[in-house]
C-alpha cells in the first residue's frame, strides 16, 4: 500500500538526519548556498533541545519559504543533466522537511529588498499558516525537541559532550572549506567555536592546527588540482581522524582518498599512520558524482583509480619521495 506522507518523510528523515550534527550539517550547506559570509550556530544539550544557525545570506520571500519546506522543491536543480555538474553544497531539497519532520521546526527569513520577512513553523510535519515578521535580511533556523515523536531514534543519540563533539567537527569541516567564513558557534550560552575569515585556505588550515607545522602543497596534473597542508610524517597518527578531506569545496570521508596522501609519503609513514592536515581536491564537476550517498559524506570519481593516483603523484612530488612522484 502506498505510505502516508508523514512516514514517508520520517523515512527519508532516517536517511538525512542521523544526530544533531546532520542537521547543522544541512543548514550550514544551505547558508553557504544562499551566499552567506556570517553564521552563528547555537545548541543546546548537544543539539538535542534545540539547534539555532543564523545566516547573512540572500534570504527567501514569502512564496520561496512555503516551497522550502515541501519535499524534493530546491532552487538548484532542473533537469538530470543538472546532476552531472552539481556545483552547490545542497541539491536535492530533502533536508528542511526531513528535518522539520522530526522536530518543533520554525524559519524565519527576509530578503534584504523586503519591507519585512516571514516566518514558517512546522510541528511534527504540521504546517502552520505563514506569518509575517520583522527580521533582519538573511535567514535564521530553529529546530527543537528533535526526535521528539520518535522516542526509538532518540534514544540512540549519545551523551551531549559526543553529540557537541560532532556539531563542531561538522563546523570544523566547513570553517575549513570556506576560509572567507566568519563562524561562530555556542553551547550552553558558551563560545566553543569561532573562526574568523582568513587570508586563504592555507592560513585557514594553519589556524586549526596551531600547534602543527604544515606543509604547503600545491600542484595540478591534468584536470585535476591539488592543494594540501599537511603535517611532518613523524607525527603522523594512527587513523586519519586529524585528515580533513574535501572534493570541489565538499567536506568527505573516502579511506582511498586518505591512502592516497599516506602513499604519497612512501616508507616515511608506516601503514595504518596518516599525516594531520587538509587536502584539497579540485576536477570539473562532471568528474564526479556527488549524489552517492543520502548525508552527502562520500562521493564517487569517474576515474577512481586515476584520480588517486594523481593525488599521490602530485603530492609525492613536492614531497620529495620520487619513486612515487613525477
Same mark, same amino acid.
Given at each position: 500500500?502506498?505510505?502516508?506522507?508523514?512516514?514517508?518523510?520520517? &523515512?527519508?528523515?532516517?536517511?538525512?538526519?542521523?544526530?544533531?550534527?546532520?542537521?547543522?550539517?544541512?543548514? %550550514?550547506?544551505?547558508? %553557504?548556498?544562499?551566499?552567506?559570509?556570517?553564521?552563528?550556530?547555537?545548541?543546546?544539550?548537544?543539539?538535542?533541545?534545540?539547534?539555532?544557525?543564523?545566516?547573512?545570506?540572500?534570504?527567501?520571500? @514569502?512564496?520561496?519559504?512555503?516551497?522550502?519546506?515541501?519535499?524534493?522543491?530546491?532552487?538548484? &536543480?532542473?533537469?538530470?543533466?543538472?546532476?552531472?555538474?552539481?556545483?552547490? %553544497?545542497?541539491?536535492?531539497?530533502?533536508? *528542511? $522537511?526531513?528535518?522539520?519532520?522530526?522536530?518543533?521546526?520554525?524559519?524565519?527569513?527576509? !530578503?534584504?529588498?523586503?519591507?519585512?520577512?516571514?516566518?514558517?513553523?512546522?510541528?511534527?510535519?504540521?504546517?502552520? $499558516? %505563514?506569518?509575517?515578521?520583522?527580521?533582519?535580511?538573511?535567514?535564521?533556523?530553529?529546530?527543537?525537541? *528533535?526526535?521528539?515523536?520518535?522516542?526509538?531514534?532518540?534514544?540512540?543519540?549519545?551523551?551531549?559532550?559526543?553529540?557537541?563533539?560532532?556539531?563542531?567537527?561538522?563546523?570544523?569541516?566547513? #570553517?575549513? #572549506?570556506? @576560509?572567507?567564513?566568519?563562524?561562530?558557534?555556542?553551547?550552553?550560552?558558551?563560545?566553543?567555536?569561532?573562526?574568523?575569515?582568513?587570508?586563504?585556505?592555507?592560513?585557514?588550515?594553519?589556524?586549526?592546527?596551531?600547534?602543527?607545522? *604544515?606543509?604547503?602543497?600545491?600542484?595540478?596534473?591534468?584536470?585535476?588540482?591539488?592543494?594540501?597542508?599537511?603535517?611532518?610524517?613523524?607525527? #603522523?597518527?594512527?587513523?586519519?581522524?586529524?585528515?580533513?578531506?574535501?572534493?570541489?569545496?565538499?567536506?568527505?570521508?573516502? #579511506?582511498?582518498?586518505?591512502?592516497?596522501?599516506?602513499?604519497?609519503?612512501?616508507?616515511?609513514? $608506516?601503514?595504518? !599512520?596518516?599525516?594531520?592536515?587538509?587536502?584539497?581536491?579540485?576536477?570539473?564537476?562532471?568528474?564526479?558524482?556527488?549524489?552517492?550517498?543520502?548525508?552527502?559524506?562520500?562521493? !564517487?570519481?569517474?576515474?577512481?583509480?586515476?584520480?588517486?593516483?594523481?593525488?599521490?603523484?602530485?603530492?609525492?612530488?613536492?614531497?620529495?619521495?620520487?619513486?612515487?612522484?613525477?
Amino acid at each position: 500500500r502506498l505510505l502516508d506522507d508523514a512516514l514517508i518523510d520520517q &523515512i527519508a528523515a532516517g536517511e538525512v538526519v542521523e544526530r544533531p550534527a546532520s542537521v547543522v550539517k544541512e543548514l %550550514l550547506e544551505n547558508a %553557504l548556498d544562499a551566499g552567506a559570509t556570517s553564521v552563528t550556530v547555537t545548541i543546546l544539550e548537544g543539539g538535542v533541545d534545540s539547534i539555532v544557525v543564523n545566516d547573512d545570506g540572500h534570504g527567501m520571500g @514569502p512564496a520561496d519559504a512555503a516551497l522550502a519546506i515541501q519535499r524534493h522543491a530546491t532552487s538548484k &536543480i532542473r533537469s538530470f543533466d543538472d546532476l552531472t555538474h552539481i556545483k552547490t %553544497l545542497g541539491f536535492r531539497g530533502e533536508a *528542511l $522537511p526531513s528535518i522539520a519532520s522530526v522536530s518543533r521546526f520554525e524559519l524565519t527569513t527576509r !530578503r534584504a529588498e523586503d519591507v519585512e520577512g516571514v516566518r514558517v513553523r512546522v510541528h511534527g510535519g504540521d504546517v502552520q $499558516p %505563514l506569518q509575517p515578521m520583522g527580521c533582519a535580511p538573511g535567514t535564521t533556523i530553529s529546530v527543537r525537541d *528533535l526526535f521528539h515523536a520518535v522516542p526509538a531514534r532518540r534514544k540512540f543519540l549519545k551523551a551531549r559532550q559526543t553529540e557537541t563533539s560532532h556539531v563542531m567537527d561538522v563546523c570544523r569541516r566547513v #570553517a575549513l #572549506a570556506h @576560509p572567507e567564513l566568519r563562524l561562530h558557534v555556542f553551547s550552553n550560552e558558551r563560545r566553543v567555536g569561532e573562526w574568523l575569515p582568513a587570508k586563504d585556505w592555507f592560513a585557514r588550515a594553519q589556524a586549526n592546527f596551531g600547534d602543527e607545522t *604544515l606543509q604547503r602543497i600545491e600542484g595540478q596534473r591534468a584536470s585535476l588540482g591539488v592543494r594540501a597542508a599537511l603535517g611532518a610524517p613523524e607525527r #603522523a597518527r594512527t587513523g586519519a581522524k586529524n585528515l580533513y578531506l574535501f572534493v570541489n569545496g565538499r567536506p568527505v570521508r573516502d #579511506a582511498s582518498l586518505a591512502r592516497a596522501v599516506t602513499f604519497a609519503y612512501g616508507s616515511v609513514i $608506516p601503514p595504518g !599512520r596518516f599525516p594531520a592536515g587538509v587536502l584539497h581536491v579540485d576536477l570539473p564537476a562532471e568528474e564526479v558524482d556527488v549524489n552517492a550517498h543520502p548525508q552527502k559524506s562520500e562521493v !564517487r570519481f569517474a576515474a577512481g583509480s586515476a584520480t588517486y593516483e594523481a593525488v599521490t603523484r602530485v603530492l609525492a612530488k613536492e614531497l620529495g619521495t620520487q619513486a612515487f612522484g613525477g
